[in-house]
Every structure is written in structure tokens, then in C-alpha cells.
Antibody
Framework: QVQLQESGPGLVKPSQTLSLTCTVS??????????WNWIRQPAGKGLEWIGR???????IYNPSLESRLTISVDTSKNQFSLKLKSVTAADTAMYYC?????????????WGQGTLVTVSS | EIVLTQSPGTLSLSPGERATLSCRAS???????LAWYQQKPGQAPRLLIY???SRATGIPDRFSGSGSGTDFTLTIGRLEPEDFAVYFC??????????FGQGTKVEIK
């Protein structure tokens, strides 16, 4: 059973960089045809796809965030990470990591429990 | 970018009633890449339906999906107490990006 777990600071100051890590267990991040994703959700609002990493290391980002965003992989730790720079209060949200599987039409079949990030001074 | 618009925003129903949720796309979506998720308070979303009409593993058969092109529907045949939640539709497109609808909340009347 694949499990994902987000980790990182819960509070980030405006203009600084938000950094989160997703640790994958129960399977290798390099096994199979999967995309590894970040998704966020402001309190009481909808879901916003942030970006994705393929096992080759290639990335695609949400155009609205692309200029501030980096998603990368750490092969030795079976983890992938998110860095979002120059944050503002609008970046306050629950951040989820999730796996997308091609088997069922690139749906998000496994999710982390989420980590709340607040941008505030 | 394909925009997904869900309606209604809130659906107030009683247990045992039938729920019909709509998801309309701003341009045609391949049914292969249309999915529905359920989210309960404090939890991550859970995959319900993929390929517009296929139930994910472990999803009861009271949940069904239908539609094509720009109009898709999630139907809950008879609402159980655990079905009161927020539901999101989601699409994946040829530019390898995903978008979600804004959600429909199914609440107890």
C-alpha cells in the first residue's frame, strides 16, 4: 500500500520561500508510470493543481505559479519536494502531495494527509 | 485552460434521497480523463469515479458517473449518512495539466 506524507514548516513569512517535502513509502518513486504531484486548497475553497514530476525528473507546472515554483526529486530518500518563492498571504493553504496513475486516466489515486501552510509575518 | 463549473454549489437533501451533481467544461473533455472525488472535513479527497463512469476500488454502486463532451454528472442513488461531503470533478488535458471544479457540497436537509 503506497503512502505519502507531507512535511515542512507550517508558518512562512511573506516574501520568503515555502519548502515542503513528500515522502513516499510502500513503493519506489521510480516504479511504474506515475506522476508525482502537489495540490493545494485554501481553507473552505477548491483544489488547485500546482505541478507534477515524472519519474524521469521532468516537470510541468501550473502556468499561474510557474515563475515561482520548483519541484524536484531526491532519489536516495524516495522523496519529492516543492519550493515556492516570494510567497504572499494568497499562498496560505493546505498543501497535498498526490500520485497520479496512468492506469485510470491520470487520476489522483493516493494522497498525503496534507500539511497546512500559513503565510504571515 | 479548461474551466470546470460545478452546480449547484450546495445541495440540501435528506438521507435516502437521490443526489445529482453537474460538472460542465468550458470546452470538450475526453471522458477518459474526467474524474470525481469526495472530500470530508479534515481529510484529503478520495477518488470515486474515473473515466467519467468507472467506479474506483471499494466505491459503493450507489455512486455512478455519466456524461461526455462538456457535460458530466455524478449521481448518488440513495444518500447514506456518510455521503454528506464535498464533491469535486477533475479533468486532465493534453497539455499534461489538471484542473478541478470548485466543488458541490451535499449537506443534510
Amino acid at each position: 500500500q503506497v503512502q505519502l506524507q507531507e512535511s515542512g514548516p507550517g508558518l512562512v513569512k511573506p516574501s520568503q520561500t515555502l519548502s515542503l517535502t513528500c515522502t513516499v513509502s510502500g513503493g519506489s518513486i521510480y516504479s511504474g508510470s506515475y506522476y508525482w504531484n502537489w495540490i493545494r486548497q485554501p481553507a473552505g475553497k477548491g483544489l488547485e493543481w500546482i505541478g507534477r514530476l515524472y519519474t524521469s525528473g521532468s516537470t510541468i507546472y501550473n502556468p499561474s505559479l510557474e515563475s515561482r515554483l520548483t519541484i524536484s526529486v531526491d532519489t536516495s530518500k524516495n522523496q519529492f519536494s516543492l519550493k515556492l518563492k516570494s510567497v504572499t498571504a494568497a499562498d496560505t493553504a493546505m498543501y497535498y502531495c498526490a500520485r497520479a496513475s496512468w492506469n485510470d486516466g491520470w487520476v489522483f489515486d493516493y494522497w498525503g494527509q496534507g500539511t497546512l501552510v500559513t503565510v504571515s509575518s | 485552460e479548461i474551466v470546470l463549473t460545478q452546480s449547484p454549489g450546495t445541495l440540501s437533501l435528506s438521507p435516502g434521497e437521490r443526489a445529482t451533481l453537474s460538472c460542465r467544461a468550458s470546452q470538450s473533455v475526453s471522458s477518459t480523463y474526467l474524474a470525481w472525488y469526495q472530500q470530508k472535513p479534515g481529510q484529503a479527497p478520495r477518488l470515486l469515479i474515473y473515466g467519467a463512469s468507472s467506479r474506483a476500488t471499494g466505491i459503493p454502486d450507489r455512486f455512478s458517473g455519466s456524461g461526455s463532451g462538456t457535460d458530466f454528472t455524478l449521481t448518488i442513488g440513495r444518500l447514506e449518512p456518510e455521503d454528506f461531503a464535498v464533491y469535486f470533478c477533475q479533468q486532465y488535458d493534453r497539455s499534461s495539466t489538471w484542473t478541478f471544479g470548485q466543488g458541490t457540497k451535499v449537506e443534510i436537509k
